[in-house]
């Protein structure tokens, strides 16, 4: 099994950064994708940003391109979310998960971290 254990989350100005952590441990020879979700209060759980594990090819929702970026580092185990240009829109509870085959999508999840951005 993986473990995900976020860090980062905090109350920023819109226009400031932001950057999330997510240490994985466990079996993380078995995973093949990371991926960043967040749930604003009254809204589904929605995908941010994901990265392939072992070649650290990024994607990203529509909404955070070019202000989000997700990077990973493979020796700390640990994948990253730098979020710049904030806005109030995400402020919301940042997930990190991982996929781990053959169990189909995301299958553990982090315990989340707060990002409340103010305007």
């Known amino acids: 099994q993986v473990q995900l254990v976020e860090s980062g989350g905090g109350l920023v100005q819109a226009g400031g950064s932001l950057r999330l952590s997510c240490a994985a441990s466990?079996?993380?020879?078995?995973?093949?994708?990371m991926g960043w979700f967040r749930q604003a209060p009254g809204r589904e759980r929605e995908f941010v940003a994901g990265?392939?594990?072992?070649?650290?090819?990024?994607y990203y929702a529509d909404s955070v391109k070019g202000r989000f970026t997700i990077s990973i580092d493979n020796a700390k185990n640990t994948v990253y979310l730098q979020m710049n240009s904030l806005k109030p829109e995400d402020t919301a509870v940042y997930y990190c998960?991982?996929?781990?085959?053959?169990?189909?999508?995301?299958?553990?999840w982090g315990q989340g971290t707060q990002v409340s951005v103010s305007s």
């Open positions: 998960a991982s996929d781990t085959p053959p169990t189909p999508g995301y299958d553990t």
């Open positions: 466990g079996r993380t020879f078995s995973i093949y994708v």
């Open positions: 990265i392939t594990w072992s070649s650290g090819r990024a």
